[in-house]
């Protein structure tokens, strides 16, 4: 589950820096709230603010309280030590107004009567700008209970000179996908880099036309999840894959901005890496080739309210604004995650044109929400991986059934 966590703390760090910068440049558009003889103060917990100044932090303070009088803003910066500080503030009682959350820790807040929910105070068609399926992750038994700041999908990058010179296309099939591979790794080149990891081999598992989990018992030891798996592990057995560590990087996308991998799988935050790292690279993304099926699954994160709050409206504000079309603009423009609004959407993809295949791979594919403890689901199936690369397991149905065994507790 590593490279999940990896990239949601990405994302995380750079939404809470582009809140603080965008009220430096522009000013919030929401309607103020009615004045009170004294102003409230809005606890916002977030995860990273390592290049504001406290000068822009006061300065969007300032910005966002001459437009609602009668709310204060204070953020706590929860440092690389996130989740285990909002998760242990929740559990003392001590939950702030307001923090950022993943739509899958949300759902489980809200079944547990810790959220608000939002649909009582918040504009309805406001709401129809915010893209569908990144909504609805904060919708828990028809209740809206967050805001989607941004999203992750899957795509596959590929170098675009090494195609040209092989006379390739980029795979759209697994068939095309395995050939390309074989083709492009020669010399010091591999053709695929991608973790070996539950990340990566899930979308081949959904491909072959198989289910995750149903509700919260793992199903994933079937036929079709056995096909894609073992599809996956063949591409390593063949050695035409290879993760970033057996090419000498710290991960895989580094191993192609490296071009020691002709393509890799990697979330749409990789591309403002590639981006960063090489200007004059030329490459592309393209969805991932099809199985039986398509199939992948996405991330988002979102901001949510305590349902302790002793001031709902305004934190409902505060929490309207850190998803207003100022900072998903930033969003848009860093390339670093998918806004969640369509009309940033746009942008992102005007900006980023190979961008595009994110875009449709977050439009086709399922939520990462496979059960109430997706953590000992991922290490089940690591387990699975791990065992069968290895060779300890002749096949992908057979580890696929041990995992199933070890998530129930039967090893």
């Known amino acids: 589950m590593g490279e999940i966590i990896m990239t949601s703390r990405k994302m995380l760090s750079f939404i809470t820096a582009a809140l603080c910068t965008a009220s430096i440049f522009s000013g919030c558009s929401s309607a103020a709230v009615s004045k009170k003889s004294e102003a409230v103060t809005i606890k916002c917990f977030m995860q990273s603010l390592p290049t504001i100044q406290q000068t ?6 300032d910005k966002f309280e001459k437009n609602h009088t009668s709310i204060k803003i204070e953020i706590e910066d929860g440092g690389n030590k996130y989740e285990n500080e909002i998760n242990n503030k929740i559990q003392s009682g001590q939950a702030p107004d307001i923090f950022m ?3 899958v820790s949300t759902s489980k807040l809200a079944a547990k009567g810790k959220l608000l929910s ?3 105070l918040i504009d309805k068609k406001d709401l129809e700008d915010f893209n569908v399926n990144l909504l609805n992750q904060f919708r828990i038994n028809g209740k809206l209970y967050g805001l989607p700041e941004a999203g992750q999908s899957l795509g596959l990058f590929y170098n675009k000179d090494m195609f040209n010179e092989a006379g390739l296309k980029p795979p759209t099939t697994w068939e095309e996908l395995e050939a390309a591979a074989t083709k492009l790794t020669k010399g010091n080149v591999t053709g695929l880099s991608v973790e070996y990891s539950p990340a990566f081999f899930i979308p081949f598992m959904l491909q072959g036309g198989g ?3 149903e509700g919260n018992k793992p199903s994933f030891n079937s036929e079709a999840c056995a096909k894609g798996l073992n ?3 063949s591409l390593f057995a063949k050695k035409i894959a290879a993760d970033g560590k057996t090419l000498s990087r710290q991960y895989s996308v ?3 901005i490296k071009k020691d991998a002709a393509m890799a799988l990697g979330f749409s935050g990789d591309a403002n890496y590639v981006i960063s790292s090489n200007p004059g690279f030329n490459w592309g993304v393209v969805v991932l080739p099809k199985g039986n099926t398509t199939g992948s699954f996405f991330q988002s994160t979102g901001i949510v309210v305590s349902n302790s709050t002793k001031n709902r409206k305004e934190a409902v504000e505060v929490a309207k604004f850190f998803s207003e079309g100022n900072v998903q603009r930033l969003i848009a423009e860093s390339g670093i995650a998918i806004p969640s609004r369509r009309s940033m959407q746009q942008e992102y993809t005007k900006k980023y044109p190979q961008m595009e ?12 929400n496979y059960g109430d403890d997706l953590g000992k689901l991922f290490n089940a199936l690591n387990d699975a991986g791990t065992k069968l690369q290895s060779g300890q397991m002749k096949d992908a ?4 059934d041990y995992a199933v065994n070890l998530y129930n507790g039967a090893h």
Do not use: H, Q, R
């Open 56 to 61: 822009e932090l006061l300065d969007l303070k």
């Open 101 to 103: 959350m993943d739509s």
């Open 118 to 120: 939002f649909d009582e």
């Open 211 to 213: 289910k995750i989990a």
């Open 231 to 233: 599809f996956f592990n």
């Open 254 to 256: 580094e191993a192609f």
């Open 357 to 368: 295949a994110f875009l449709t791979m977050l439009n086709n594919s399922e939520p990462l």
């Open 397 to 400: 149905k057979e580890a696929l």
